[in-house]
């Protein structure tokens, strides 16, 4: 074991211990509930709402927190006598403090319990739509593996110019994603256009300028509508299910103003086979699409000059289109 | 390359003031550089106040421009602020203008000086002030945005997304930031780096200070900062009392900044106000670890003073930034609630190796992400790049 994996596995081993100490001791009864209700108040208080990873049931525990009234008054005070009163006071009123404490309680549980219905009913959709995805494609960590064999396509060199002609007067700014080759977007930009690139943390990219190290879907959903002046599609045509390239595919159009250009580099389906193996191939059947239906899928979308350009060893090609 | 810096204050001041000030300094030493940085004369950005002379100063290469304040904060602002904390979705423009111009620090001659400048790009920072809101917009092809923003609800205002969408580009403090400003405003698709902040080198100090506070022999945490509720002083002062009333723990908590809430000072916590950069090293260097309780940072500079000094930190879970750093760097544990906080406490004061481990870590990834080096290579290629 190397030494950052040595300090890795420590770190985890402290904060594990620790977690599993503060669940048990929270579990055993041997922090006060009125305690750790009036804690958590002021500490949650500053929390953003987007923090909250748990957040309905987060909330939800909350509110349940907060409704519980207790109906045993605090009688401290800074003198004897004080407390001697507050202690009388409390003993003479508790019948009262626990009869509206019982009622407000049940208001609390009441209102809480909707919540509780709703945020399983949406559990329960979400683990329904998570199985219905497992059905239609390979489990996402089995399809890593599959594809973790196909190699970065040095693009750049084959397509750079290509690409720079094909962007040239776009009306905006232009995605590359999923970056997967840092090369290219240097060269783009040497070309003159004005593009910036979207990758997942683990790239070459991690230290190019004005790249994006985050989902590509997460990015393009933050996106307003009609704001780039075109976009690059690479690496998910590669390696994405059926399902996410043309999902991308629709969100990417979504996001392109009126007569941007677009392109997409995608390797050839015997390629791909030849170079993964019958598993793969069967595992991943569907993918990538052939140039022809990319071809196809951007005709649909009513954009002219639509050309695929092989690479010069017939392993991968670029299909370019203008939109309307 | 000619470089303007636009921050409401210069010197030992706010967290991303002193972070730019930093920065535009470093900048101000490589030689084909021209770097000038545009304040106006207040330090406090309570009032606002004209605390310093106007006009041109040298502070080692970097030039420093300072301009009278006009108007500062009044009752007016108050008032504007409660509005908006209550609720930014029904806040008109001409509301958040008034509220920005009564957030200040208004200085006419700045915005001229910032107009007239022949900069190639012009970086202002932090969002929140009338210089980045007002003047921003007048120069918006050269306009750099370093928000150092939070999840707050200014963050949400129109004007905020109007003034980011309209600038030349972004300058985030950590990935963290990128993300919430994209999530916030449609922002996603404009020139933008995530540059993190490098720190000073820290200095001997100044050991009196210690004593002064009854520190010299008795073992402390620290947490440094601004002190009031948004910041989760009040919070951590909560937590902290009870630890000690349910443990037998000797730490004191030492707070160092300035209080904008009431805490009492007494045998557990200890305030510590009007602490000069001298002493605030010295305190760090002599705190067994650094607590941040803030869910609301942008970068959290004070964690990288803590490694840098040799100590670990323990910082709030729900902040995405902070536990970032410390997830990264595994420097330091974090806490979600107040049995985590006991525990993790408990640890880092019993636990001399931990602590010694996790600081070293801290310091490795300090110097290895955020060293200046490296902050001005990326600065310098994000620059070329939207020049």
Known sequence: ??????????????????????????????????????????????????????????????????????????????????????????????????????????????????????????????????????????????????????????????????????????????????????????TLRNEGVDIY??????????????????NLFDHLGDLQNESLGGFVLCGIPDRGSVNEQLRVFRLLLSKCKTGAAVAVIVVHPETWAAQLGPVAADLLHGRPMHAETWSYLLAREDASEVTVIEASDSSYCLVTANLP | MKIDFVTPRYGPVGGAENAVSALASRLAEIPEWEVRLHATCATSSGSWVNDESPGE???????????????G??????????????????????????FFFHQGPVSKDLSNAVEDSEADLVFFAPYLFWPTMAVAPLVADRAIIIPAAHDEPFLKLSRVGELLQQSRGLVYGSRAEQRLLQRT?????????VLGWGIESPSDGDPKVLRELGLANRPYVICVGRIEHAKGTLGLVDFWRTLKSRSGIDHQLVLVGSPSIEIESNEDVIIAQDVDDEAKWSLLRGADFLINPSALESFSLVLFEAWAVGIPVLVNAYCETTRTHVNEAQGGL?????PEFELAVQRLTSDEATRNHLAGNGRQFAEREYGWDRIIRRFAEFCDHVA
């Open chain 2, 185 to 193: 405003h449609p922002v996603g698709h404009l020139p933008s780096t």
């Open chain 1, 1 to 186: 074991m190397s030494d950052s994996q040595s300090d890795a596995s420590y770190f985890k081993e402290v904060v594990a211990e620790i977690e599993a100490e503060a669940r048990r001791r929270s579990s055993s009864g041997e922090y006060p509930r009125a305690l750790l209700r009036s804690l958590d108040e002021e500490f949650r208080r500053w929390v953003p709402d987007a923090s909250l990873e748990n957040g309905v049931e987060d909330t939800i525990r909350a509110i349940e927190a907060a409704a519980y009234v207790d109906p045993a008054v605090p009688v401290s005070s800074r003198t004897p006598m004080g407390r001697c009163v507050k202690w009388v006071v409390r003993r003479l009123t508790y019948f009262y403090h626990r009869h509206m404490a019982q009622q407000i309680t049940a208001l609390g549980i009441h209102i809480t319990r909707p919540l509780r219905l709703l945020d399983a009913s949406l559990k329960s959709v979400h683990r329904r739509l998570a199985a219905l995805e497992d059905r239609l494609d390979v489990d996402a960590a089995v399809r890593s593996e599959l594809v973790a064999g196909i190699p970065t396509f040095s693009s750049h060199e084959q397509f750079g110019e290509v690409l720079g002609a094909h962007f040239d007067k776009v009306p905006g700014r232009v995605l590359i994603g999923d970056l997967l080759e840092v090369q290219l977007l240097g």
């Open chain 2, 57 to 71: 100063s040298r502070f080692g290469s970097l030039t420093v421009n300072r301009y009278l304040v006009d108007s």
């Open chain 2, 73 to 98: 904060r009044s009752a007016t602002w108050s008032v504007l602020d409660h509005r908006i904390q209550s609720g930014t979705s029904s806040v008109d423009p001409v509301t958040q203008d008034d």
């Open chain 2, 334 to 338: 974090t806490y979600r609630n107040y």
């Open chain 1, 197 to 214: 690139g979207v990758a997942s943390t683990d790239t070459s990219a991690t230290e190019a300028v004005d790249v994006r190290h985050e």
